[in-house]
């Protein structure tokens, strides 16, 4: 972690994307003197200069000039005009936009345990890494919106960088679809996530599945869906007990790639049924990524979001016999054994 991080100067203000609830939705700082953003006065001019600025279309020598906490110029060679300049040589340096990371779960309860970071503390991990913004999931409190935004919001109270919400729909009643509509117009919420799997807890089935992507598609929001057949990763589950494999390692063998494709293949139909785009989160296995393709190559709007742990590791971690590095390798769907994909 040290020499990328010693070799990146994070331009932290330069994407402000999405709502963050520590501002009012949709209200962004304006370029000059406006009150309350980036901190105002006289600190608020910066220049960093001599970096090699990197964004999505290039990466060129220049310098960025930033007033407010906007990103004013970026050009080589801007002059020091003002003495209330705060300079910062980026000399040998990359500068670049903080990463915004759309999949996040801090401080979640679930499964009668707490995700270990809160917004602090996974705040101050995705800086540390070049995330500066994230965008994390509510989950409903009994099926009750409002009541799971208010619940988060206290879990945001200590927030260290900007965040966004979008929210998970674990039930669904005539209440939860006039809610989804105040999460749309009233949180800026753009878009709903439904649970394939995780069956007797956040689970959703098609009889729910259905009106949901009926609803965002009247709403205009994006429908996402956790992609594993949850009734078959049960019964995975049971057969892993049954021969006594209760360690990490059972994890990955109780929920193959094979359920993780059928649901991924069964969402983008139901979405094509309905005609409403499909977002289909941490996409981990070959199965769930060749029904994206296909899809995609026959013209649907299906968008599969890769996950760095699939791509950088396999399910060879699940067999450490220290459970505590073992257990650290625990995801759903699970990291996939090495070969998978070169089949
Ligand atoms: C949902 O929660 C909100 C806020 O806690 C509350 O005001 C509302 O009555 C609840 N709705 C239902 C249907 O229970």
Same mark, same amino acid.
């Given at each position: 972690?040290?020499?990328?991080?010693?070799?990146?100067?994070?331009?932290?203000?330069?994407?402000?994307?999405?709502?963050?609830?520590? @501002?009012? &939705?949709? =209200? +962004?700082?304006?370029?000059?003197?406006?009150?309350?953003?980036?901190? *105002?006065?006289?600190? !608020?001019?910066?220049?960093?200069?001599?970096?090699?600025?990197?964004?999505?279309?290039?990466?060129?020598?220049?310098?960025?000039?930033?007033?407010?906490?906007?990103?004013?110029?970026?050009?080589?060679?801007?002059?020091?005009?003002?003495?209330?300049?705060?300079?910062?040589?980026?000399?040998?340096?990359?500068?670049?936009?903080?990463?915004?990371?759309?999949?996040? @779960?801090? &401080?979640? =309860? +679930?499964?009668?345990?707490?995700?270990?970071?809160?917004?602090?503390? *996974?705040?101050?991990? !995705?800086?540390?890494?070049?995330?500066?913004?994230?965008?994390?999931?509510?989950?409903?409190?009994?099926?009750?919106?409002?009541?799971?935004?208010?619940?988060?919001?206290?879990?945001?109270?200590?927030?260290?960088?900007?965040?966004?919400?979008?929210?998970?729909?674990?039930?669904?009643?005539?209440?939860?679809?006039?809610?989804?509509?105040?999460?749309?117009?009233? @949180?800026?919420?753009?878009? +709903?996530?439904?649970?394939?799997?995780?069956?007797?807890?956040?689970?959703?089935?098609?009889?729910?599945?259905?009106?949901?992507?009926?609803?965002?598609?009247?709403?205009?929001?994006?429908?996402?869906?956790?992609?594993?057949?949850?009734?078959?990763?049960?019964?995975?589950?049971?057969?892993?007990?049954?021969?006594?494999?209760?360690?990490?390692?059972?994890?990955?063998?109780?929920?193959?790639?094979?359920?993780?494709?059928?649901?991924?293949?069964?969402?983008?139909?139901?979405?094509?049924?309905?005609?409403?785009?499909?977002?289909?989160?941490?996409?981990?296995?070959?199965?769930?990524?060749?029904?994206?393709?296909?899809?995609?190559?026959?013209?649907?709007?299906?968008?599969?979001?890769?996950?760095?742990?699939?791509?950088?590791?396999?399910?060879?971690?699940?067999?450490?016999?220290?459970?505590?590095?073992?257990?650290?390798?625990?995801?759903?769907?699970?990291?996939?054994?090495?070969?998978?994909?070169?089949?």
């Amino acid at each position: 972690m040290t020499t990328p991080s010693r070799r990146l100067l994070l331009l932290l203000p330069l994407l402000a994307v999405a709502v963050a609830a520590s @501002h009012p &939705a949709h =209200e +962004f700082c304006a370029a000059e003197g406006d009150a309350g953003c980036g901190g *105002g006065g006289d600190g !608020a001019r910066i220049l960093i200069k001599g970096g090699t600025v990197v964004n999505a279309h290039r990466a060129e020598e220049a310098d960025v000039y930033i007033e407010d906490g906007v990103v004013v110029a970026i050009r080589p060679n801007i002059p020091v005009g003002d003495v209330n300049v705060r300079v910062i040589d980026a000399t040998g340096k990359y500068v670049m936009p903080g990463g915004i990371d759309p999949h996040t @779960h801090l &401080a979640m =309860e +679930f499964m009668g345990t707490v995700t270990i970071d809160d917004f602090f503390s *996974g705040h101050a991990a !995705a800086l540390a890494g070049g995330t500066t913004m994230h965008i994390d999931f509510v989950i409903p409190v009994n099926g009750n919106l409002t009541a799971g935004v208010e619940s988060y919001k206290q879990k945001a109270a200590n927030a260290a960088m900007d965040y966004g919400f979008n929210m998970a729909i674990t039930k669904w009643n005539d209440e939860v679809a006039r809610e989804m509509e105040v999460m749309v117009k009233e @949180h800026g919420m753009n878009y +709903f996530k439904f649970f394939m799997a995780y069956k007797g807890s956040l689970m959703v089935t098609d009889d729910l599945l259905l009106p949901g992507l009926q609803k965002c598609k009247s709403l205009g929001a994006l429908a996402m869906v956790h992609a594993e057949n949850g009734d078959a990763v049960a019964e995975g589950q049971q057969r892993m007990i049954n021969l006594g494999i209760t360690g990490p390692e059972g994890h990955a063998l109780s929920r193959p790639p094979i359920l993780e494709g059928e649901a991924t293949a069964r969402a983008i139909r139901l979405a094509k049924f309905i005609n409403t785009p499909l977002y289909v989160v941490h996409v981990m296995s070959v199965d769930a990524m060749e029904e994206i393709a296909k899809a995609k190559r026959e013209g649907q709007r299906v968008v599969g979001e890769p996950v760095v742990s699939e791509l950088a590791l396999d399910d060879s971690w699940l067999w450490n016999p220290d459970f505590t590095i073992a257990s650290k390798y625990v995801m759903s769907p699970p990291i996939r054994e090495a070969g998978h994909g070169s089949r």
